[in-house]
Nanobody, 125 residues
Framework: QVQLVESGGGLVQAGGSLRLSCAASGRTFSDYAMGWFRQAPGKEREFVAAISRGGSGTNYADSVKGRFTISRDNAKNTVNLQMNNLKPDDTAVYYC??????????????????WGQGTQVTVSS
């Protein structure tokens, strides 16, 4: 019952910043915990960050903790990922995902049932 579309990806130099957005359709957005995942060439899909239904709970991968911030605006049906101090290792396709659940402690892609098409983030050195 939710459709997801990512935007905001692009090319940035190491140390720079990008802000990704995910727009969700439907009136049930607040029923879903939201997550961001990424997949780099030759690597498995990787958890990045998650946020609870109301936005008060968050979870981050160790590799991005302190650099990335996830947020959501349920009135606008959007979830965002602010990425600061980007590194070449952050280069990947970033995916927005939704889970019809309250908790955000799960980090496996199989925890999430709905996915966007992804947006490319490329960080040059």
């Amino acid at each position: 019952q939710v459709q997801l579309v990512e935007s905001g990806g692009g090319l940035v130099q190491a140390g720079g910043s990008l802000r990704l957005s995910c727009a969700a359709s439907g009136r049930t957005f607040s029923d879903y915990a939201m997550g961001w995942f990424r997949q780099a060439p030759g690597k498995e899909r990787e958890f990045v960050a998650a946020i609870s239904r109301g936005g008060s709970g968050t979870n981050y991968a160790d590799s991005v903790k302190g650099r990335f911030t996830i947020s959501r605006d349920n009135a606008k049906n959007t979830v965002n990922l602010q990425m600061n101090n980007l590194k070449p290792d952050d280069t990947a396709v970033y995916y927005c995902a939704a889970r019809r659940a309250a908790v955000v402690d799960g980090t496996r892609p199989t925890n999430y049932g709905y996915w966007g098409q992804g947006t490319q983030v490329t960080v040059s050195s």
